[in-house]
T-cell receptor
């Protein structure tokens, strides 16, 4: 069964303190791994899609990497406005196009 | 360009009632998927519509149904509401259901009392 596990569940950082969020996955035929950011009361905001092991993508202070079993979201010198829940999801190779989500990492960046 | 629009943003319903939620996808997107988000279960896939046809369905009871119109707008209906149906209902659109351009709306917060 396809599955996504994110860790840690919650992370508190000081402004400027870099860290990484982990997303471990089990999926048959990965078609894509997605990272989203979600603010309270809002829908998930797309950050990155990764398609194959070794791929990396960057956007401002965020960098996503992918291996055959996990993905990391690296946050460099975070700011308070980076505080949000970060969601990881995979789309498998079966007939369905559904995304399977992890439960997210709640990130709090303190000034 | 306009994003995915969901209406209404908030709803309060009584147990036993039914409710209809609406989703307007990004222009040109033909696939619309619906998800339920709760604190305990996270985001769970409900169903996907493509060209007015339900293409995939998640593990939800038959009280949850949907449809898609020729302009790709989609509606989701929940009948005989239960307290456990209280959740944030999210709609996502994409060109063809694959990951490229998979974009979520802001959601409809449904509270069942």
């Amino acid at each position: 069964e396809d599955q996504v596990t994110q860790s840690p569940e919650a992370l508190r950082l000081q402004e400027g303190e870099s860290s990484s969020l982990n997303c471990s996955y089990t999926v048959s035929g990965l078609r894509g791994l997605f990272w989203y950011r979600q603010d309270p009361g809002k829908g998930p905001e797309f950050l990155f899609t990764l398609y194959s092991a070794g791929e990396e993508k960057e956007k401002e202070r965020l960098k996503a990497t992918l291996t055959k079993k996990e993905s990391f979201l690296h946050i460099t010198a975070p700011k308070p406005e980076d505080s949000a829940t970060y969601l990881c999801a995979v789309q498998g190779g079966g007939a369905t196009n559904k995304l399977i989500f992890g439960t997210g990492t709640l990130l709090a960046v303190q000034p | 360009k306009a994003g995915v629009t969901q209406t209404p943003r908030y709803l309060i319903k009584t147990r036993g009632q039914q409710v209809t939620l609406s989703c307007s996808p990004i222009s040109g997107h033909r696939s619309v998927s619906w998800y339920q988000q709760t604190p305990g279960q996270g985001l769970q896939f409900l169903f996907e519509y493509f060209s007015e046809t339900q293409r995939n369905k998640g593990n939800f009871p038959g009280r949850f149904s949907g449809r898609q119109f020729s302009n790709s707008r989609s509606e989701m209906n929940v009948s005989t509401l239960e307290l456990g149906d209280s959740a944030l209902y999210l709609c996502a659109s994409s060109l063809d259901g694959t990951g490229y351009g998979y974009t979520f709306g802001s959601g409809t917060r449904l509270t069942v009392v």
